[in-house]
Nanobody, 123 residues
Framework: QVQLVESGGGLVQAGGSLRLSCAASGGTISSYGMGWFRQAPGKERELVARISSGGSGSHVDSVKGRFTISRDNIRNMVYLQMNSLKPEDTAVYYC?????????????????WGQGTQVTVSS
């Protein structure tokens, strides 16, 4: 059973940066596709970025050029570097693991989830 724990969230001013980390334990995630999701108040959870087991990442249009997903399979870690943050990026951010190596676009395909970390961007 894989456990995921996110960290690195906090309060930041618009234009600032944060780096989220996702630490996996209980098993290796090296063969898993990984995703970062977020849920803003009153909104549905949405995919932000995903990365294949081999390290190929993709990002949704709203964060493209500002956020970068990466992973370190030796350390069993996944990261989300967030630059040029905007107030609309305010949300709880979740790390998730998909047994498929690519990492699905669909939330329902992700088997393991972290508890989330709050990111608040002030204007």
């Amino acid at each position: 059973q894989v456990q995921l724990v996110e960290s690195g969230g906090g309060l930041v001013q618009a234009g600032g940066s944060l780096r989220l980390s996702c630490a996996a334990s209980g098993g290796t995630i090296s063969s898993y596709g990984m995703g970062w999701f977020r849920q803003a108040p009153g909104k549905e959870r949405e995919l932000v970025a995903r990365i294949s087991s081999g390290g190929s990442g993709s990002h949704v249009d709203s964060v493209k050029g500002r956020f970068t997903i990466s992973r370190d399979n030796i350390r069993n870690m996944v990261y989300l570097q967030m630059n040029s943050l905007k107030p609309e990026d305010t949300a709880v951010y979740y790390c998730a693991a998909d047994k498929h190596w690519l990492g699905s676009l669909r939330e329902s395909e992700y088997e393991y989830w972290g508890q989330g970390t709050q990111v608040t961007v002030s204007s």
